[in-house]
């Protein structure tokens, strides 16, 4: 005759086992999530950082300028694995801008006159550490003193005589003729047009641009900036 302390015993061990069995379960499921989380981020492509300063000047001449200069990264980043997007609205509500690929496929402009642009090459590595000269984007990396500028051609500045370009040139008057960046067709364009699209000459100062710069192979945007055009 099994006496009540025995019955009592073993009721209490039943429960015990069953959530002894329940955190064994639990374990196991926290686990495999983990493991399976943690493959998914191995195989993720770590963005790097950067910290940039961007300035745009626009004065309707030849002296308008675009700079940008890397103040600190986390890595050096080459620029063949950057996009860099712009996007400007001017004070009576124009838009415009560019998509910058260093393979040259950039999109943006519309058409000027005729034919779509597929340029490269700008903005240009001017100085810092691995730059030598005037150093084509896709050709230098970004690391901490980078810099890059350009500047607009045929831009604001009186000229003797040509067809196109009649006589006696106004401030903010734009011709984009000559350049050493080619578009399709063999088109001509300048690094202006490469970078902020058709239509860029209409940024007064107080304008704003802002600047996107995409890490291609993880996908991560690490600039978001906007700058005040200047004059």
Known sequence: MMCSYEKSRDAGVSPVVGVMLMLVVTIIIAAVVSAFAGGMTAGEKKAPTANVEIHLRNDGSGNSYFLMKVLSV????????????????NSTGGRGGATILSSGNNTGYTTYPSAKFKTANAPNGVSGPGVSGSTDFGNYSWVSGTMMENWPPNYGAPVVSTTAMGVGAKPYQYWP???????????????????????WNTLRP??????????????KVIVNQQAIVEG
Do not use: Q
């Not at 107080?206 to 996908?219: A, E, F, N, Q, R």
């Open 74 to 89: 986390s890595e050096g980043i080459s620029t063949k694995d950057i996009k860099i997007t712009t996007y400007w609205i």
């Open 177 to 199: 003729l000559w350049t050493d960046y080619v578009g399709a067709g063999g088109t001509e364009v300048d690094s202006f047009t490469a970078m902020f699209g058709v239509g």
């Open 206 to 219: 107080g304008d704003t641009l802002t600047v996107k710069v995409t890490h291609i192979p993880s996908g």
